[in-house]
């Protein structure tokens, strides 16, 4: 059954993939970006011509995503999905990231999310109907170095999910999460930076290791062929065309060996969930009211 999807972070990796499949697949796409009329004009064109809508969001921007949600209902006529895709990534010492580089950071991958979903949950509460996606990683469940801030927004995405997913399921809107490992796509080009490298020299040898750590592992994706950015956007999809009630909360997208533990990891928490759930008699709150 054809879907009436908004996806934010549109213009690259993720995001462009994924409006392409789900254009494939026969749903409505609204494709969300930022400069729509500037560096991503090309972008938007390319898959406008696909048959996609277009709307300009700035998800850092409260007034652009109320605007924009409300475009893109408009122009889709109604809104069944929401894929939350927009984010950076980073690379560095955790120290060195000042404050107002947390901010940032934070500002497009957490606080963006909350912004998007203010926005539309409205109109799906009316309906008493609609799917949330979040799209969060395989490094908001672990840790590994030099990517501590990202790590950190992404933990806090996944709780925002655990959250939303309680409150609204007596309310019929589903919520689920998409946890993909590293990739290669326009994503590894755009992270964000420290901004105070003064403290990296007290760190010996250990300021130069982000960047060894980040050439080592795209040298490994390049000899993962399999590491294909489309098992994501087909992932994306496989979850919209689940019947509502009948999607896993989680789902992990990786084939670099990160996957299957991860996936263990997270079928162990869902079963601890469910019993602290039901042990203060709240079960049910883990089930989607279909």
Known sequence: MSKKILITGASGGFGKLTVKTLLQKGHQVCASMRNVNGKNKEVAQE???AGAKVVEINVTNEASVNAGIASAIKQLGGLDVVINNAGIGVLGLQESF????????????VYGVQRINRAVLPY??????GLLIFISSLLGRITVP??????????????MAENYRIELSSIGVDVCVIEPGGYPTSFMNNLLKPDDLDRNESYGEMAQAPIGFFNGFEQALASNPAQNPQNVAEAIANVIDTPA?????????????????????????????SAIYNNFGIGDMLKLNV
């Open 146 to 159: 030099f990517y501590g801030p990202y790590n950190a927004s992404k933990w806090a995405v996944e709780a």
């Open 245 to 273: 009630g009948q999607r896993k909360f989680r789902t992990v997208v990786d084939k670099m060996g990160m996957g299957e533990p991860v996936a263990e990891y997270n079928n162990h928490l869902e079963q601890i969930t």
């Open 124 to 129: 799906m509460r009316k309906r008493n109907s």
């Open 47 to 49: 898959l406008e011509s």
């Open 98 to 109: 000042t404050i107002e580089d947390w901010k940032k950071l934070f500002d497009i991958n």
